[in-house]
């Protein structure tokens, strides 16, 4: 008898959680077949629907189509990343362009649009839907209109044209980049040369040099695990005039030149702004984002350089005068790293390692839990019921303090493991909402890299894994609280220059002396993080804070300037020169001449990694986070009134409304983006009325 497909029958496990112990790799591919052929069963039965369109039988119907696809498909892909295997990777291989022609095809089907341009017209003022229902139904009807729905005969046949000419320039453009990378290679003869370069980094440096068949040289690349220790402390500043040039001029003037592309990628995006409707490639990126418009992104961007060019100038100042009196006058772009490593030692003088005796990972995730509970009074209890991937991988209830109501499923995986992605990430297998006409609540989990223990030793973090902690539990917590009707608008699914804000926010509890009393307690004595080494941890968080928010400001008006101007009048007046048109829009923003190529011609994150007119989302974000914590704390650092009207107006909210709108209700008004100056120690604290 062939036995059960595990992916294909319930799991019988609390909350429906997935049966880890019984699915197998080979369980996937088979199931993700039946799952596409359930979904392209939906929207058939969709297409051919004889009753007249409502919100129901059309948008609801759509949303809802492919349930099983959508689950199995974040199961593989979660599994992918945290326990990864090539037969994983191959069944990956194998599905994606099936669920992606699935997707288009229900995407672009003409009877589908018309069903939806019927519930639209009719329906898009209805004041008898829910304010999430007028998200949900706006953003289908969006989606359509933005893939050309609307447009007839030539137009159509244009923007197809478009959008297949597009689909290779940005991997081109990253690939020019990372084969400039490739191509440059600073082979080191003399041992003199080396000073300063920590030893690994000079051990890694021989190692390549042998890989390439030179033995007692060193070879540095323009990979950051190589060229960082250069930039930061070689003493030999022609080395590290060499590599700032080569990495400053990637993509430019190069074998690999990027300049052409740059052309071409503005102007067919341009042109397809146009063909929908809007101004500009800006406008059509930011109307759904929190910003909404290029003008709020300029306005934002004004307000923050405003204070950040002085603070810049005044890091600067100092920084020159640190390195003059070491002998070194004539402050070059190549010269900063290396200075402000040796002044941030002399300010501060404390490593990572001496904080880590303090933060003992159990101590320090049941403290976070309890700073979870105080804030939004819910529970998390270990449950063993749950199968899991890996015996490091821990199950947890999280359940309501007060009414002991079910809240969500949580796993934590915290250490290294072949086949597990590095960094850190929250992520779902089950977002909240409703499946088979049933609200059910998440299934999420925390992927994080932390140092393994060593055997009678728990494993110890460092502070900024610390932050790590709270920042992807701040996610998880987003998605747990989420109290929404349809998946696809639950937490933390919301524009992304808002998503990093229940994120963000929590890592400034982790600076507070209340919270690390909770969370922090000497792995031997139990004793308390020093005094002293607590305030250096404060202070050398805003080191050098003008001329890092200056950078980014700089990054982020470039980003802007792409693509909010008319590549037309670019030409007119540039003659499309990629260096003048970059050195015209950013001359406010930078502290030096440009000395190597231009930025733009390596700014993959525009031209090929999606940030294109979204770039000021990181300093968004953040001002989004100190102004949250400013006004959450301002009283108490647990203010259960303000924090109960965060998680109700806008955590649990998700993406059922403008994050804007959401984020009035909460805070009273919009965020301050002096917020951040504010905490950075670049503007006065605001006065408090006790
Ligand atoms: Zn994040």
Redesign the pocket.
Known sequence: MASVNPLLAPSGLPNEAPAFDKIKDRHFLSALRTAVKEARADIRALKNNPETPTFANTIEALELAGERLSILSSLLSNQMLAAGTPKLKATEDKISPLRARFNMAALTDTKIFKRVKAVWDQHHDDPTLTTEQHTLLKKTYDGFRNGGALLKGADKKRLKEIVEEMSTLDSDFSENVKKDVEAFAMIITDKDDLKGIPEDAVAAAAEEAKTRGLENQWVFTLDYPSYGPVASYAENRSLREKMWRAYGSRGWQTEHDNQELIRRILTLKHERAQLLGYNNHAETVLEDRMAQTPQTVATFLDQLKNVYKPAALKDMESLRAFAAQMGHDDLKPWDITFYAEKQKQELYGFSSEDLKPYFPLEKVLAGTFQHFSQQFGIQFSENKQYPTWHPDVKAFDVTDEKTGAFVGTLYTDFHPRKGKKGGA??TDYRAQGLYQGQIERPVIAIECNFTKPLPGKPALLDHDEVTTLF??LG?AVHGLVSDVTYRSKASPYVPWDA??LP??VQENWAFTRETLALISGHYQTGEKIPEDLYQKMVASKNYMAGAAGLRQVNLATLDQAWYNTNPKDIEDKFGFNIFAFEEAVTADTRLFPMLAGPTSTSFTHIFSGGYDAGYYSYKWAEVLDADAFEYLTELTTYDSYRLNKYRKEFLAKGGTDNPATLYRNFRGQDADPQALPRREGLLPPKPTFM
């Open positions: 990430w929250m920042h992807e996610h998503v990093e994120s963000q």
